[in-house]
């Protein structure tokens, strides 16, 4: 089945470390998007990517970095720069010029202690 | 600053019932405006999307109404039921269609009383 897939689905981390999650998609989608989500809020983009080895910030980028180095992949680092990082945190791909009917993933919920 | 919001964080139909959330925007530059559905714990789901050039878009059970002179969107969602209980996010998509910013508000949850 064609899908976009995060994990883990859960992740709890100490406060001062850095923590990768992971965003994989085997739609043949040329652009992929990083969102954070806080309760009771919207989402809120924190990085986006519309070809191979590029990539712009989003509105929240800060604490946060990103690689494409891959069609299909396209990790989130939450650095010990990011003030406040506990979130869900969802991953999207869409065709590049159909950005209206990106796919989400399940979203992994981030804790840190 | 310019945002998407909702009009109310909760609406509570009874099933059967045709329910309407509602959406206001800021941004008339804005050339696509989406609706997703969000069930608990898990990532949104494309429902339906109208370009900022038409006034109305059917779906399966659902509508979606743009009035670019109030700047406001609304889902329609005829006979409702249990399985559309959930968050539903408006989002708007601002500047060319291949720029990837989908501004989102804040969410409606819809509650489906049996």
């Known amino acids: 089945d064609g899908g976009i897939t995060q994990s883990p689905k859960y992740l709890f981390r100490k406060e001062g470390q850095n923590v990768t999650l992971s965003c994989e998609q085997n739609?043949?989608?040329?652009?992929m998007y990083w969102y954070r989500q806080d309760p009771g809020q919207g989402l809120r983009l924190i990085y986006y990517?519309?070809?191979?080895?590029?990539?712009q910030k989003g509105d929240i980028a800060e604490g946060y970095s990103v690689s494409r180095e891959k069609k299909e992949s396209f990790p989130l680092t939450v650095t010990s720069a990011q003030k406040n990082p506990t979130a869900f945190y969802l991953c999207?791909?869409?065709?590049?010029?159909?950005?209206?009917?990106?796919?989400f993933g399940q979203g992994t919920r981030l804790t840190v202690v | 600053g310019e945002s998407v919001g909702l009009h109310l964080p909760t609406l509570s139909v009874q099933e059967g019932d045709n329910s309407i959330i509602n959406c206001a925007y800021s941004?008339?530059?804005?050339?696509?405006f989406i609706w997703y559905k969000q069930e608990s714990g898990k990532g949104p789901q494309f429902i339906i999307d109208?370009?900022?050039?038409?006034d109305k878009r059917q779906g399966q059970r659902v509508t979606v109404l743009l009035n670019k002179t109030v700047k406001h969107l609304s889902l329609q969602i005829a006979a409702t039921q249990p399985g559309d209980s959930a968050v539903y996010l408006c989002?708007?998509?601002?500047?060319?269609?291949?720029?990837?910013?989908?501004?989102f508000g804040q969410g409606t949850t819809l509650q489906v009383k049996p």
């Open positions: 739609l043949n989608h040329d652009a």
């Open positions: 990517s519309q070809i191979v080895n590029d990539f």
């Open positions: 999207a791909s869409s065709m590049g010029d159909r950005v209206s009917e990106a796919f």
């Open positions: 941004n008339s530059a804005s050339d696509y």
């Open positions: 109208i370009r900022s050039n038409m």
């Open positions: 989002a708007e998509n601002r500047g060319s269609s291949n720029t990837g910013k989908l501004i």
